[in-house]
């Protein structure tokens, strides 16, 4: 494979992939702190809009303002790719401080895919695409905006990370201002993905996981989503009697799997690409 002047990937099939060309990450300014400089960054970009599949959606987000960093799914093949949005020299700056944020936060935490959300209550729902765990920080002028993870409790987000289980029952609670977040999470299907995507990923500085730890986290069972969303119900009752009536707030459960890379139809791929992952494995990807 070779790269052209102008991003585009030559591969060995004869097909080529257009990546915008990545460069260094630029010094922030020295007054602001990272998390202040993506802020800022998050304040000036578009976001995407979906609706969100809910069974209940009263109190929760009904529309979904976000976007797709890192290994995504096609909707509408069976390949798998660095989202269009990963793609764009426009969001590289964004991408790279992002990731540079999650190894200060946690140097051992391993992701494939970034979801950026602005403005979303998600009710208590579960992950289904996500293997492993997630990481989440908040940014922006906001009160309130805490995660609830089940045996976690009440996570202030804002401004630090925190990791959590994603295919464990999770919630949103309310919150005032302007509230921006960002999910670094493994995606089940990354072993799929292409091996231009993998190569440009790792150049953008995900921390991408080894082939045996995502092995080890998708051999990982989970009681069915029923009874993990009813088990979550009463263990989160139970954290809002504790912290007193000022925090009760109306419980929503929706069905809403977060299925975060899943908004973009991609080229399908050959099925041989999809150990493509391991065999990079001693060439510096990874940890």
């Not at 069976?78 to 949005?85: F, L, Q």
């Not at 109306?250 to 899943?262: K, P, Q």
């Amino acid at each position: 494979e070779s790269e052209g002047e102008s991003g585009t990937i030559n591969r060995s099939d004869g097909r080529m992939s257009t990546f915008d060309v990545i460069t260094p990450l630029p010094p922030s300014e020295p007054s602001l702190s990272l998390e202040e400089t993506i802020t800022q960054l998050l304040t000036r970009i578009p976001f995407c809009t979906k609706r969100a599949t809910s069974t209940a959606c009263q109190g929760a987000t009904n529309v979904v303002d976000f976007l797709a960093f890192g290994v995504v799914n096609s909707r509408g093949h069976a390949g798998v790719t660095a989202s269009s949005s990963s793609r764009s020299a426009q969001n590289h700056k964004l991408i790279q401080m992002l990731c540079k944020l999650a190894q200060k936060h946690d140097p051992q935490l391993m992701f494939t895919s970034i979801q950026l959300n602005r403005n979303n209550k998600f009710g208590l729902h579960v992950d289904k695409s996500n293997i492993g765990l997630s990481g989440i920080i908040g940014f922006g002028n906001y009160i309130g905006g805490e995660t609830w993870a089940q045996h976690q409790g009440f996570l202030n987000v804002r401004n630090t990370l925190h990791r959590f289980d994603g295919q464990m029952p999770h919630f949103t609670t309310k919150f005032t201002g302007e509230r921006y977040s960002a999910v670094f999470y493994t995606h089940k299907s990354f072993m799929r993905a292409d091996w231009e995507s993998h190569r440009y990923l790792v150049e953008l500085g995900f921390p991408l996981p080894t082939a045996d730890s995502a092995r080890q986290w998708a051999s990982q069972r989970y009681p069915s989503v029923e009874d993990r969303l009813d088990q979550g119900m009463k263990n989160l009752i139970d954290d809002q009697l504790g912290r007193g009536s000022q925090y009760h707030e109306e419980i929503i459960i929706i069905d809403y799997s977060s299925d975060e890379g899943e908004v973009e139809v991609i080229e399908q791929e050959d099925e041989e690409d999809e150990w493509a992952w391991d065999q990079g494995q001693d060439q510096g990807q990874g940890q």
